[in-house]
């Protein structure tokens, strides 16, 4: 038994190898073959740039440079507070060290801003998604056979633009670590559901923490943990009861989430003298009474279910089995509801200059489940049948990569939007 799991731990290992070097291939010829674009550009100019300055700062600099971060915005006294929060920061921290000592050790620029600081967070993005698509593949596994459940997470990989945010240009965003944290999140509630105990309730409570660091908005993937295995009023009252006999583990990741909470807390002390600081300024939700939801879904620019149709058979799967309550489905349709909502809130629904809607990213994991149902019954249909979804879900494949590959959100955002545009991104 021990000899097959270091069999099965090897091939994993193995397998991410074989990942992480087909995407950095992947995103030489993106840059190199399709575009003339040079690897800063996953860092500098954008939100990436927010996350990254943490590091340089911390790690090379003197620490009084904390309250006049460059790429921020001012605060008072003229002192500036960054945007964003440190969470990407604390999971590239790893392969910032590495990529420092490969500077220093073959005399390159070192001093945090060179090319190989920013080929390690390329690493970094690919190294996490794929840990989340492993646990992803672990979860299906556990209701379905393995060839389902490894078309299920190639699907969601190839499918969707998790693909983009992870292999392309999107890496320096959060939304792949998001994924990747939500995803083992995600494995780890099923877990501790079938056994309780504080090793699986802490495990569980890590990842939650640090994807509610990265995006507080991510703090919506608690309801999945909380109303975990509701169906109707009486296993309503059955779960709260539990919560009511298991307030250990609420606390355990309340303090989880006061833990890794304390780099950011420490600050926004700092440099406002208070431990907790809403940092967006004067962006915010400014559409709270009036979402523009058809924006979210089917806008012109990244409308969800435009840009990223493959969702749609996730949907399918999970309104399928809905009565059944087999895949936790309220909690994840509360979940999506709430997502689009808030996305739909926010002052820029479209979420800028982004391919397709990426805030959506973050919360795909919890879609696994009912798209491995789907591609399941998919493969009990009748020959013909199979052979017709299967052209649609390449078709839909094939739609995500090229425009993917074809994506450049300056002239997709500085020029107006028309058809004719939208299919010379599509063409070879």
């Known amino acids: 038994m021990e000899g097959i799991r270091k069999f099965c731990f090897s091939g994993k290992v193995t397998a991410g190898i074989v990942f992480i070097l087909l995407g950095l291939i992947v995103n030489y010829i993106f840059r190199d073959v399709f575009h003339s674009i040079p690897i800063d550009k996953i860092i500098l100019g954008s939100d990436p740039e927010g996350y990254y300055q943490y590091l340089p700062h911390f790690f090379l600099r003197d620490w009084q440079h904390f309250e006049h971060l460059p790429w921020a915005i001012p605060y008072s006294e003229g002192k500036t507070i960054s945007v964003f929060t440190c969470g990407v920061a604390i999971l590239w921290s790893p392969f910032f060290v590495l990529a420092h000592f490969i500077s220093v050790f073959f005399n390159l620029d070192a001093d945090g801003y060179g090319n190989v600081y920013y080929g390690f967070v390329l690493i970094a993005a690919l190294f996490y998604v794929y840990i989340g698509l492993v646990f992803l593949y672990k979860l299906v596994t556990e209701e379905f056979g393995k060839m389902i459940s490894l078309k299920t997470v190639a699907l969601v990989f190839l499918g969707t633009n998790v693909f983009y945010y992870t292999m392309i240009l999107g890496a320096g965003m959060s939304h792949a670590y998001s994924f990747a944290l939500i995803s083992v999140y995600v494995y780890f509630v099923h877990r501790y559901f079938k056994l309780p105990s504080n090793r699986n309730a802490l495990f569980m409570a890590i990842p939650f923490a640090l994807a509610v660091l990265i995006r507080p908005t991510n703090i ?30 609420i606390g355990i990741v309340a303090l989880v989430g006061l833990v890794i909470a304390i780099p950011q807390m420490l600050y926004w002390y700092k440099v406002s003298g208070k431990p907790i600081v809403y940092s967006y300024g004067d962006y915010g939700f400014p559409y709270i009474a009036s979402p523009k939801i058809g924006i979210v879904l089917f806008g012109k620019y990244n409308g969800w279910f435009l840009y990223t149709p493959m969702v749609l058979f996730a949907l399918w799967g999970l309104f399928a089995t809905f009565r059944k309550g087999l895949y936790n489905n309220i909690a994840v349709l509360f979940i999506f509801v709430l997502a689009i909502y808030l996305n739909a809130s926010w002052w820029a629904p479209t979420f800028s200059a982004a391919c397709g809607q990426r805030a959506m990213i973050d919360f795909l994991p919890f879609l696994v489940l009912p798209l491995a149902w789907f591609v399941n019954q998919v493969s009990r249909q009748p020959k013909y049948l199979r052979i017709v979804f299967s052209l649609i879900i390449l078709i839909i494949i094939f739609y995500n990569i090229q425009f993917a590959f074809r994506y450049d959100p300056v002239q997709w955002w500085d020029t107006p939007m028309n058809w004719e545009k939208f299919w010379q991104t599509l063409k070879f």
């Open 220 to 249: 919506i993937s608690g309801f999945y943990f909380f109303f975990f295995g509701i169906k109707n009023m009486e296993t309503m009252s059955f779960r709260f009861k539990f919560w009511t006999k298991n307030l250990k583990t």
